[in-house]
């Protein structure tokens, strides 16, 4: 195993941890800032700041990657989070926390680059498993980290975020020192200007991929709900503390490697992509509809929104690592295509960017 394989898992597994500390204290951050009434508002724009940033970075921090080297991206990275963390941390009013989330969404590829170093370092027979360890690596720590922050949450709301920028200062350094310097190589006739706005451009030359990304943006529309909405439908609906709350979370992400690991398989093998693909669409809906009329927190064990849908979770990551790895880096090899591929460090999921063609 090369050290950068090692490098890459520990620092996935570090970043995902930085992110599950977070996650429960927000709404409790927020509340320093802004009435209780705007609490759920505040959070959807804190948590859509950072995706709407990435929308545009993502792509760009990509393809100077490409040009620069991994290395070098992945320390601006880390150096971005570290920031960000520091920011929240110790921000006096709003919109220095706001300031501080669009500096980690601007800077924020750490699942993209270890992605590429896998993908760089690996034979392709080899690279579908080292991407499961690095989605086991990335769930390993969405499981701890929501936990530690509830832990973390009775010294001060402000401990987990100083936690997380000391992790993503230590990820930093592992990069810093661990991390072999990959030689920038960028492609004969690539031109010097890039564009934001050309991830927007895309070249459905694959047939079907149109519809397969719909579906895609539909399940990940769908996932992201309960996520968005957990902490405070926990503390709103059913009284949570954070710690309840960082539990509950914990809980979510082990059911949901459970389901990865045992069951998606073997339901997969019986039934199908296609039935599971509907079994997990069936499971959604029924959970989000138990939900919407839960009132105790013994009920919410039960509305299905952890283990069953994470089937159809774990059946688009198997479809996207299979299909795409496979044939999308040949394609990224095409003159008119280019297939960029992004690990979502919210959910570990792969997000496929293409083309991005500079002009």
Same mark, same amino acid.
């Given at each position: 195993? #090369?050290k950068?394989l090692? @490098?890459?898992?520990?620092?996935?597994?570090? &970043?995902?941890?930085?992110?599950?500390?977070?996650?429960? %204290?927000?709404?409790?951050?927020?509340n320093?800032?802004?009435?209780?009434?705007?609490?759920?508002?505040?959070?959807?724009?804190?948590?859509?700041?950072?995706?709407f940033?990435?929308v545009?970075?993502?792509?760009?921090?990509?393809?100077?990657?490409d040009?620069?080297?991994?290395?070098i991206?992945?320390?601006?990275?880390?150096?971005?989070?570290?920031?960000?963390? #520091?920011?929240m941390? +110790?921000?006096?009013?709003? /919109?220095?926390?706001?300031? !501080?989330?669009?500096?980690s969404?601007v800077t924020?590829?750490?699942?993209?680059? +270890?992605?590429?170093i896998?993908?760089? @370092?690996?034979?392709?027979?080899?690279?579908?498993?080292?991407?499961?360890?690095m989605?086991? *690596?990335?769930?390993?720590?969405?499981?701890?980290?929501?936990?530690?922050?509830?832990?973390?949450?009775?010294?001060?709301?402000?401990?987990?975020?100083? +936690?997380?920028a000391?992790?993503?200062?230590?990820?930093?350094?592992? %990069?810093?020192?661990?991390l072999?310097k990959?030689?920038?190589?960028?492609?004969?006739?690539?031109?010097?200007?890039?564009?934001?706005?050309?991830?927007?451009?895309?070249n459905?030359?694959?047939?079907?991929?149109?519809?397969?990304?719909?579906?895609?943006?539909?399940?990940?529309l769908?996932?992201?709900?309960?996520?968005?909405? /957990?902490?405070?439908?926990?503390?709103?609906?059913?009284? /949570?503390d954070?710690?309840?709350a960082? %539990?509950?979370? +914990?809980?979510f992400?082990?059911?949901? @490697?459970?389901?990865?690991?045992?069951?998606?398989?073997?339901?997969?093998?019986?039934?199908? &992509?296609?039935?599971?693909?509907?079994?997990g669409? !069936?499971? &959604?809906? *029924?959970?989000?509809?138990?939900?919407?009329?839960?009132?105790?927190? /013994?009920?919410?064990?039960?509305?299905?929104?952890?283990p069953?849908?994470?089937?159809?979770q774990?059946?688009?990551?198997?479809?996207?690592?299979e299909?795409?790895?496979?044939?999308?880096f040949?394609?990224?090899?095409?003159p &008119?295509?280019?297939?960029?591929?992004?690990?979502?460090?919210?959910?570990?999921?792969?997000?496929?960017w293409?083309?991005?063609?500079?002009?």
């Amino acid at each position: 195993m #090369s050290k950068s394989l090692i @490098t890459a898992l520990i620092v996935v597994a570090l &970043d995902a941890i930085g992110l599950g500390l977070i996650m429960p %204290v927000v709404p409790a951050l927020l509340n320093e800032f802004v009435p209780a009434e705007q609490t759920a508002f505040h959070y959807g724009v804190f948590l859509s700041l950072y995706a709407f940033m990435q929308v545009f970075c993502a792509p760009v921090l990509g393809r100077l990657s490409d040009r620069y080297g991994r290395r070098i991206i992945l320390l601006v990275s880390f150096l971005g989070a570290t920031i960000d963390y #520091s920011i929240m941390a +110790a921000a006096p009013v709003l /919109w220095v926390l706001y300031i !501080g989330r669009i500096i980690s969404g601007v800077t924020g590829a750490t699942g993209a680059i +270890a992605a590429s170093i896998i993908a760089d @370092t690996t034979k392709q027979e080899e690279r579908a498993r080292w991407f499961g360890f690095m989605g086991a *690596c990335f769930g390993a720590g969405m499981i701890a980290g929501p936990a530690i922050g509830g832990v973390l949450s009775d010294i001060s709301v402000h401990a987990p975020f100083v +936690a997380g920028a000391l992790l993503n200062a230590i990820a930093f350094c592992l %990069v810093a020192f661990l991390l072999p310097k990959t030689p920038s190589q960028p492609p004969e006739g690539q031109p010097a200007k890039i564009n934001l706005f050309e991830g927007f451009r895309f070249n459905f030359a694959v047939q079907g991929l149109a519809s397969f990304f719909a579906l895609f943006f539909l399940m990940q529309l769908i996932g992201q709900a309960p996520a968005a909405l /957990w902490v405070i439908y926990g503390e709103q609906r059913l009284n /949570w503390d954070i710690g309840t709350a960082g %539990v509950s979370l +914990a809980v979510f992400g082990a059911a949901h @490697t459970f389901v990865q690991a045992v069951l998606t398989g073997t339901l997969s093998k019986r039934l199908g &992509d296609r039935g599971v693909l509907l079994l997990g669409m !069936g499971a &959604d809906m *029924c959970g989000f509809l138990l939900l919407a009329f839960i009132t105790q927190s /013994w009920m919410a064990v039960f509305s299905g929104t952890g283990p069953i849908p994470g089937a159809i979770q774990e059946l688009q990551q198997q479809i996207f690592t299979e299909w795409l790895p496979t044939s999308g880096f040949e394609y990224a090899e095409l003159p &008119d295509i280019e297939l960029y591929l992004d690990a979502n460090p919210q959910n570990a999921q792969f997000q496929i960017w293409l083309p991005i063609r500079a002009k």
